[in-house]
């Protein structure tokens, strides 16, 4: 099944805003309902594919065939950009100025190589594609040449398992869900649950560094990895001979984050972990965002670990955004201070004993009992964000996301300098937002926040948003955090990038680039400044 | 104090082997008593340094004074290579071929820039020198230039402490007891305790990958790294802006593992845990290595995790090594199986929890418990095999250690073809080895195998010995392992390694090293081979 080519995820699973929602929208923030609908993905006017026959017939040649070179207008605008608001909100104004000029799926890693090579030769780039989820401008190559988006999706076996080391090597076009279905026959799972997991792939992990919403216990998907191949046009690399190991920098995570710049990763060597006999997850209220920070700290650095751990602020646990299902519905649960969602995965005597243990520390930092219900509903919804956004759109507002890391001591200048950036811009434009945050991410040493931004659209709602986005990246910036915890850099945050790696740290990688792709054929802009 | 110039640690702790120990070395391996003293320092004669007035002017305005640059054969023999056994019986001989042309030392980060940029324009090389412990060759460049030995003991405070964050900004300079002595100030501990401990420093850890004996509890120093900043050629890279981040590559681990090739680490920012309330040590005894490694692969990966865990083989078991004060003793405890430590560092109840439920799990598995006592011994012996190496080298023995590691599922192969390679190796040359071996690290994917071999010297003692460390790594890459898990690579290993990481791996890493020191001043022929 394919992506809703204008919004996230299954249309069958689309639903629209409540009455009383759409009334709040409007009385709160402002937000008219929109006039027109979105444009057909058949209205769409997409110019020319820009291939040649000459380079069609290499590729198909590349790829076994010319079903697998596609240049029709629905392949095109289907990997023309990922899924950011901008993104979306470009696509249904019928903007393809990003389209590629095809779309080809290779089967295995030596086609990969192959159309590395074709692409060579006739002056494409490319553009590696799994699952089309990037929220940071991923699939948009810069520069203007030509370029082919690497459709992965044939790529989508499970290499082999190995149950002794607990290893799996898996193909970059699988889907999370299908990774999980095939390791689940032989008693395993990755663990591995970003929102985007019902779409995302396991090289688009890899590549752009995801973390799962159950990364307390099972860890960020870097972590999970133990070895990669990756196809360059300058050939093969083979990273990650053992777990761990002195025998240099670690090269695979010079890979890791490498987000298709550097080369394009044809299989993955994983961790798995036997499928949990238990799963529970529950709530817990406190009275503010500091008192549940300090809590979650304790966990983090003391134990014992939850699987999930996350904490939503006073706003996003006012507007319920962590119970994306409970948004409208009366007669729910208070909505005063902090609710945080605490999981537990594993075997009966390991989660019996973290959970009774974890308790004991949230409740001496102040935490509230609020039972398994908030934690069903937390992960009943899970995945359900991004539709929720769709429908966001669809009413007339404006509805993002965007997300940091920091160390402990500096998150609250941190949370309160991004806010306050979002808020003052957007208030400024005339149209004052909601700002939601939770931490996402735990760890020892410190934590992730992600932020959802709500608000009246504007005229031209992607010019609009823009300099907002600015502000946050600034703030982010200044207060010493990360562009990115988990999203990445993309095209859209890499002038920040640049700056937080410092210009030895771009000049490393672009040298690694220029070892590798010394014609610059992946990716061009996206991650590296230049070709 | 300065480490014995042609051994191991304080001259102080020197022990001479028992008359058994030696009788036994005799009958079993054939050793023939050492017939001449080794060589006085003061015997050893070392060529005039070519450091000319206008290079040591310039150096001595860079760090402060002419008394921080120094040319004397004392300060020059104490820096020429390291501590592997070739190292030792070279300089007991006299041999001071690698020997620098000048010892300096910088007071701090701008200061190892200025010598950087005085030895650029002097044509000097460059080899940073933090406690002098390398075992592969990581002080001995290359082709033939003089170079600086940049010894970083001047640089040995703690620069801050975040209690909140559980950080600590470390200069490189610091060795290791003076770094936990300064975090127990605050009651914080890095947990780091490798077997070159009382010598060893920051700076090199970090730049070795070096892993401790309580890496099960407290991960491996590169994972206890959260920033570092490095002096290169090319200015300053500072890596390392969140605890995870997915902008990007990780830079810290490229930095990571680079020998000193890239750039010299001025500092290191590392994670601090609470200085444990409890510290218990004890042993377990297993019919056989299998037995043994299966028990180690269940906590590993199913848990609890003790903060040590290591297994002795049959024949370290009855050798003894894994006790080293035990050895020639009468009346000790039975040598036969397996001998397991496990240890737990924490809170009491943490410790009794992990240790009760670890202990069931260790019976499960067929292993029997021996009480608290080898624990102690282990622990009161846990830095002493170097100087047993001294003795041993003393009464006219070889003997050396090597490691290496892997999946769980290639241990028994790699453990069988590595020994093999050795006893066949040594015994073909007419010095028939004993050959122990006990796994040292472990992780939830595979383990680290850690190799000591004994023998009988043979006439020419570093040319008898290289054929078997050949044959040795040899056997390491065709069964899959990695070079080394904690040693590093230097320039013994680099042969090999450039094998381990692929042609595109060096590539790319050349890459760096050519963007970061376009002249190759850095440790030239360590890790990267060429200049």
Known sequence: MDMLWSGWGDPAKAAPLPDSV???????????????????????????????????????????????????????IRHTRGKSTPDLLRIRAGDVADVPAAVVLPAGHDEVLAVLAVCAEHDLTVVPFGGGTSVVGGLAPQGGRPFVALDLRRMDRMLSLDPVSRTAILQ???????????????????????????WATIGGFAAARSSGQASAGYGRFDEMVLGLTVATPRGTLDAGRAPRSAAGPDLRQLVLGSEGALGVITSVTVRIRPVPQVTVYEGWRFPGFAEGTAALRRLAQDGPRPTVLRLSDETETMIGLAQPDAIGAS??????????????????????????????????????????????RWAHGRYSAPYLRD?????????????????????????????????????????????????????????????????????????????????????????????????????????????????????ALRAVKDALDPAGLLNPGILLPGR
């Open 391 to 507: 429908a966001l759109l669809d009413a007339g507002a404006f509805a993002e996301t965007l997300e940091t890391a920091t160390f402990w001591s500096r998150l609250p200048e941190l949370y309160d300098s991004v806010r306050h950036a979002l808020t003052a811009t957007l208030a400024g434009a005339g149209t004052p937002p909601l700002v939601m945050c939770h931490i996402s991410h735990v760890y020892e040493n410190g934590a992730s926040l992600y932020f959802t931004v709500v608000s009246a659209q504007g005229e031209d709602p992607v010019a609009h948003w823009a300099p907002a986005k600015t502000a946050a990246n600034e703030a982010i910036i200044a207060a010493g955090g990360t562009i990115s915890h988990h999203h990445g850099v993309g095209g859209d945050h890499r002038d920040w990038y640049v700056r937080e790696a410092g210009p030895l740290g771009i000049a």
């Open 172 to 198: 970059p076009g699988l889907r999370a869900p299908e990774a999980e279905a095939l390791l689940a026959e032989h008693g395993f799972t990755l663990g591995h649950f970003p929102q985007s997991y019902e």
């Open 331 to 376: 007669g729910g649960p208070s909505t005063a201070g902090c609710v945080a969602i605490t999981g537990y995965e594993g075997t009966e005597e390991d989660t019996a004993y973290r959970r009774a243990r974890a308790a004991a520390v949230l409740r001496d930092c102040g935490g509230e009992y609020l039972g398994e219900e908030p934690g069903r």
């Open 22 to 76: 759409i009334a709040l929208l409007r009385d709160l923030l402002g937000v008219k309902p929109r006039e027109a609908a979105p444009a057909g993905l058949a209205d769409i006017e997409v110019p020319e594919s820009p291939l040649g026959d000459e380079a069609r017939e290499a590729l198909a040649d590349a790829v076994g065939g010319l079903s697998f070179v596609r240049t029709d207008p629905e392949s095109r």
